[in-house]
Structure formats: structure tokens, C-alpha cells
Nanobody, 121 residues
Framework: VLLVESGGGLVQAGGSLRLSCLAA????????MGWYRQAPGKQRELVAG????????KYADSVKGRFTISRDNAKNTMYLQMNSLKPDDAAVYYC???????????????WGQGTQVIVSS
């Protein structure tokens, strides 16, 4: 299983970016997918998550109303639409997926390699 992120880059404050996370070679039933971010000197934090089945979403207070998480199950891809970006949103963004392995029945947890988001003021 490989989580491949894309869509990061440099954007001016107030601009938008869309991050994508492809779950390649998926061999597990996804329970939860989420986007985390980590800025220099700070802990990794959950930005947004989506629960499979219910489609219920959750967001960090700092991004509510500006970011939208979504999934395209047919494409095994999760997205994060980020609008009205602020300098404080600059970080490395990581895709995470956890669920139950088809093969072993065990809980599995996967992370992408991260994609850099830079917001200029």
C-alpha cells in the first residue's frame, strides 16, 4: 500500500490549493482517512478527517469554513480543498489512512510522504 500525495506548492495568502492522496495498491478496508500537517517546531496535528461509511467529517477549528475534505472511492483518492490560505497554514501536509487488512484482519495504519505547502504573505 502506498499513499501518494500531490498538490502542494507555493501560494499567496488568500489563495487556494487542492491536495490529493491516492491510496495505491489498497489491501485494506478503510475506516478513516485524514490530513495532518506539521510546521517546523510544532507537533503534527489533524487538519481534517473523514470516516468511511458515515462520511462524517471533522476539522480543526483553525481551518473550519476554509478547508473541505472529500473522497472519491472509485479513484481511491482523498482530497483537501484549501481556500483562503493563511501563512499559518504553511506546513508539510501528510495523508493518513487506517483500517482493517483484507489479508490479516488486523488494524493497519499508513502515511504518505508529505507534501509541502508554503503560503506567502
Amino acid at each position: 500500500v502506498l499513499l501518494v500525495e500531490s498538490g502542494g506548492g507555493l501560494v499567496q495568502a488568500g489563495g487556494s490549493l487542492r491536495l490529493s492522496c491516492l491510496a495505491a495498491g489498497r489491501t485494506f478496508n478503510i475506516n478513516f482517512m485524514g490530513w495532518y500537517r506539521q510546521a517546523p517546531g510544532k507537533q503534527r496535528e489533524l487538519v481534517a478527517g473523514i470516516i468511511s461509511g458515515s462520511g462524517r467529517t471533522k476539522y480543526a477549528d483553525s481551518v473550519k469554513g476554509r478547508f473541505t475534505i472529500s473522497r472519491d472511492n472509485a479513484k481511491n483518492t482523498m482530497y483537501l480543498q484549501m481556500n483562503s490560505l493563511k501563512p499559518d497554514d504553511a506546513a508539510v501536509y501528510y495523508c493518513n489512512a487506517n483500517g482493517t487488512s483484507y489479508i490479516t484482519g488486523r488494524i493497519v495504519d499508513y502515511w504518505g510522504q508529505g507534501t509541502q505547502v508554503i503560503v506567502s504573505s
